[in-house]
């Protein structure tokens, strides 16, 4: 493994490729800016986390046979996606055979932030984005991959984003007043329970709203794409952005 110049395997999750290219294009351009060699396996595929979530995970031996095939050979994989990365951490169907090739996965698959700071050691960042910013936590995220403390929790504060985007500039990082909230997306929740979904999406956008956020950002863009589908809906004044893309436009 080349530690100074990492030979990473980006994992751009199958709703960021569709919907989202440029959360793709941002985050390998932020990798190249510090020095990786970033490489985007053109046969991946879902990861297999919706069919999991439903309840088929016995179904997804496939999908997570693919994915270690695919990059096992890497000396990381890397995604800007915390519930992603946390299904193929956590999540995947044990499979006979490949108990060493899951393990080594499982440690060298990373969250875009944590990878950043964790890893690449990233403490100081040269750039500019005078805007005032609101964070989403999604909850894959900070629970399950521990991007950040949780309020419910009594331990010492910490944000692996705030400690990136704080460095920048002119940005102005908003404290909400519920900083930890479940959005309502949930994947499947959204559609089976899309009356409740709706309001908590509502509430996440009032408390960003009520700090006059004026760009609200995070590390998935599966909460976001739900929060931006019901800002847009109602006609609120708000724009969002993936977290890659405010790092990548800001440094140059």
Known sequence: MNL??????????????????KVGI???????????????????TCCGQPMANAGYERDTVGTARHFIELFKDFDYIVAPSGSCVLHVKEHFPVISGLEKEQQE????????????????????????????????????????LRLASSSEMNSTPFNKAKSLLENLEGLEWITLSRTDECCG???????????????MGRDRLDDHAQHEVEILTGGDMSCIMHLQGIASREGRNVKFMHLAEILNQAIQ
């Open 105 to 144: 996965i499982h440690d060298k698959i990373f969250e875009l932030t944590e990878f950043l700071t964790d890893i690449l050691n990233v403490n100081h960042l040269s750039g500019r984005f005078p805007h005032k910013v609101g964070y989403h936590a999604s909850c894959h995220g900070q629970r399950g």
């Open 26 to 44: 941002a985050t390998l351009e932020l990798l190249e800016k510090f020095g990786c060699q970033v490489s985007f396996p053109l046969g991946q």
């Open 185 to 199: 997306f949930g994947g499947t929740f959204s559609v089976t329970e899309e009356a409740l979904s709706l309001r």
């Open 4 to 21: 100074t110049s990492p030979h990473i395997g980006l994992f751009i999750p199958c709703y960021v490729d569709q919907f989202y290219p």
